[in-house]
């Protein structure tokens, strides 16, 4: 069996002319598929630095505040509340960042 001792051209696939023949150059004028222009226009949406920021210190907030309505007396209902009301504003503070 003849076995070829390989060459650095032999690896290098990508340089064959056959692979030319198989893959195309990419046409800079064909827009993208569907598919990726609803994920480029899903990440404009909202700025992530801000959703991130609003995510870190939600928890913390969220503790210190049932830890001092804790130590208060306050009803669990109002804490419930509260909660809601501390998500809310974490949440609008996160999805304004698009609008200015």
């Known amino acids: 069996m003849g076995h070829r001792t390989l060459q650095e051209r032999d690896l290098r696939s990508l340089d064959r002319r ?3 023949s198989i893959f195309h150059p990419l046409d800079t004028s064909e827009r993208l598929p569907r598919e990726l ?4 226009d899903r990440h404009r ?3 992530i630095r801000r959703l991130e920021l609003a995510g870190a210190l939600y ?3 969220l503790m210190l505040a049932l830890l001092v309505m804790g130590s208060v007396g306050v009803n669990a209902l109002v804490a419930f509340g509260v909660a809601g009301l501390l998500l809310a504003g974490f949440l609008l503070y996160a999805l304004s960042g698009k609008s200015r």
């Open 37 to 40: 222009i609803l994920e480029g």
């Open 59 to 61: 928890l913390p907030t």
């Open 18 to 20: 056959s692979m030319y």
């Open 45 to 47: 949406l909202m700025d």
